[in-house]
């Protein structure tokens, strides 16, 4: 069963879109990252007295001072980055200007890899293996969209300037704050700009990360910042499958050709035979068609016609068995239509095209890496929550990487939608990252 | 069951598309002219007499030979009408041209209607009521279609080309070479270029002439010209039912609100439910799914999902009766599916939009008006078949006025499609013109 805590941080985050207002602790829209069942919170994380030990040393506290003085900075960091589209696919020259941004807090290293991920190397004492920070670049709205920032009152709007940019900003924040403090890790930590983490990017800006790009071999650890309060910790790697399914059959007139077999009756078929499909709600397992289209004319029998359909779990195998039911009923719902109507001019054939495939994943919340980053919560008194979710992160844990999202520290609120935007509270925004910074340094070993 | 003659003539509009070369006796594809069931042709007209008589005239020598002096500028005509775009609801600089050009061929009472249809009248000597001679402006493509006609050999090129302009070149034609031969008629002849005849269009044109226009309790009979060969009439008019049928809903995310009703599972039950239906072949009963669309993306749960259908009969009961099983599906798959999954976040409910909606009509094979028309094919000892469309000519039909749909004349293929095009063979094109042409003068009274 659900903990109290972790079904409150669950209510709020899905409230969030609705009432921006409330979400201080965990302003991260459903539409954003995409939750999936919440884990209990584990007991009193081991690490505690470290995290305690670590928040209230002075280096820590002029960091947390930066983090302050800084804060107009960090904002207008966020607005010069939302104002630089950056659809799917078009992430380069926000890219540009992040490296940039980057480069000036001192990175060495400085990279960008085929897929177009930006990166720079903070270097650590030694002995701490290699950590990645990341935010993701691109957005979800297409290049024409109107990017300007518009302020009203203490809220900014802009489609993108939640997610992820607000992510972007929080790791120039916190680099300038550690810097300023003169705190070294164990860890080296390569900071990196992603491409790629949206919808249609599919992760490739990850996939180029772990499985081509030079560091690939050699990351030890993995934390990407989304739009989120310090409440929880994105754990768990909700797996998906999308498919655009187009039915394709030989066309023709509705009068003259009537009679002969249709696409869109085979689509129908095998749509209300996916709709049929029973999935378990522990591992939470869902399907969805999430677009139509096809057809030339009220008054032609398509060439073709398709669906495009998300299948998740946090569940390997629920995954897959999901996955296989949509699968098998494809062909035969091509056949049906085959045998309802005339072939003569043509059969009704299928196109099945693999859209997007993220891997199921967990880093196990009792793992020693989940844990230094519960004790953040703990020594403040504020257990965090474990969601299951579909980030960046899916990809290292997939591969058995310890690896998480954790909330950037604003308040966001509409995400992908044009009505996006985050609200601007100093005090109590300089808390929130004051706490992923603390969970960074907890991992990283700070010294 | 059908006649050699009337079989080989509907085979030869069902090969049009594919053989346009082959089609010189009926050249209008299945695609243009909806056809639908073809009668036997009636026994010998019993106006063959004053047929033969009127095409041995010195007079209609006379003006066959205008038809075939003329014939360049009527090719030039097709092509300057062609080349201004005329999509649905985007006639009027075509009208305008149009109205131009029969000005110039002597017409009075020249106007523009309402509706955008353009016209003038040739005034007869009286006693012979009021005739249509109609063509329409209207293409199927739109605005942004390259309509530039391209010239290859004894071909002509251009999206909209046969479809109709070749009528209007044909009215064209025809008026100046009866002009030139000094050819009188008992009927007033009101030549129309009107607009709306294809599908988004819904004969607004014929709608505005018989409902609304200032000629519209005046009209005793219709002919309108399509891109055709001489050797049908089409004296049906098959009556079509068009719906976009939106199933909506509250939407949501795919995971965050998996459970929650999808209109796309609604849509599926009702289009395979439509599927199933079963549809008398006499007369011929059609029904078609032309469109899909819906959705925001793969990870939404659609707020609004739609088909566009089709239903199509010669048949009034039987068209009533396929409509009516669709609209009875229509709200048993909206049920079935608020049933199936949570409605909690909000129902499916139902937007059905009436998109099309042409009568059913006929005019009579032995009608005096249908045999005065058949006289002509009987006098050249090529009997005509008689047809069932979906044209201009539903309207005056449903209202119980002698109407038709005759060939303008040209061989044309490719209807409806980008490579849309007309063959140029002068000595052809002249004998079917003058079938036409003859057809007219039977009709008006020609002294």
Redesign the interface.
């Given at each position: 069963m659900k903990t109290r805590i972790a079904s409150a941080a669950l209510a709020a985050l899905?409230c969030a879109v609705a009432a921006p207002a409330l979400a201080q602790e965990a302003a991260k829209p459903?539409?954003q990252v995409?939750?999936?069942n919440v884990r209990p919170p584990q007991p009193t994380s081991p690490y505690t007295k470290q995290a305690k030990a670590l928040m209230t040393s002075k280096a820590f506290k002029a960091a947390k001072a930066t983090l302050a003085a800084g804060y107009e900075q960090t904002v207008e960091d966020i607005v010069t980055l939302t104002e630089i589209p950056a659809p799917p696919f078009g992430e380069a020259e926000k890219g540009k200007a992040y490296l940039a941004m980057l480069a000036k807090e001192g990175l060495t290293d400085l990279d960008t890899d085929a897929a177009g991920n930006v990166m720079g190397l903070r270097k650590g004492t030694g002995g701490g293996g290699l950590l990645v920070v990341a935010a993701h670049l691109d957005t979800?709205f297409p290049a024409s969209t109107d990017v300007k920032v518009r302020r009203d009152g203490d809220k900014l709007y802009a489609p993108g300037i939640g997610d992820d940019t607000v992510g972007l900003g929080s790791i120039l924040a916190i680099l300038r704050a550690i810097n300023a403090a003169g705190i070294q890790t164990k860890s080296d930590i390569l900071f990196v700009g992603d491409v790629g983490e949206e919808?249609p990017g599919d992760l490739r800006g990850m996939k180029e990360l772990f499985f081509k790009g030079k560091y690939k071999d050699k990351i030890d650890a993995f934390i990407s910042l989304e739009p989120s309060g310090p409440t929880v910790i994105v754990n768990g790697g909700?797996g998906?499958k999308?498919y655009k399914t187009t039915f394709k059959g030989p066309g023709g007139?509705?009068?003259?050709?009537?009679?002969t077999v249709?696409p869109?009756?085979a689509?129908?078929?095998?749509?209300?035979q996916?709709?049929e499909l029973k999935v378990p709600s522990d591992p939470?397992t869902?399907?969805?068609?999430?677009?139509?289209?096809?057809?030339?004319?009220?008054?032609?029998?398509?060439f073709a016609?398709s669906?495009?359909?998300?299948m998740?779990s946090s569940g390997k195998a629920e995954l897959k068995a999901v996955e296989d039911a949509y699968l098998a009923i494809l062909p035969k719902a091509v056949e049906a239509?085959n045998a309802?109507r005339s072939t003569k001019r043509g059969v009704i054939s299928l196109d099945n095209k693999m859209?997007?495939d993220r891997p199921v994943g967990e880093t196990p919340a009792n793992s020693p890496f989940v844990q230094q980053l519960a004790a953040v919560g703990d020594a403040l008194g504020k257990p965090m929550g474990y969601v299951a979710g579909?980030t960046d992160a899916n990809i290292p844990m997939s591969l058995g990487k310890p690896a998480v999202t954790l909330g950037a520290g604003f308040v966001t609120f509409r995400g992908h939608s044009l009505e996006e935007g985050m609200e601007v509270n100093k005090a109590r925004d300089v808390e929130s990252i004051a706490v992923t910074m603390a969970q960074i340094l907890m991992v990283a070993g700070a010294k």
């Open positions: 899905l459903a539409a995409d939750f999936g979800v919808g909700v998906s999308r007139h509705s009068m003259g050709d009537f009679g249709n869109a009756f689509l129908a078929d095998a749509a209300r996916f709709g939470r869902v399907y969805n068609i999430g677009l139509l289209e096809g057809g030339t004319s009220v008054n032609s029998i398509p016609v669906m495009t359909v998300d998740r239509e309802a859209v997007g579909s």
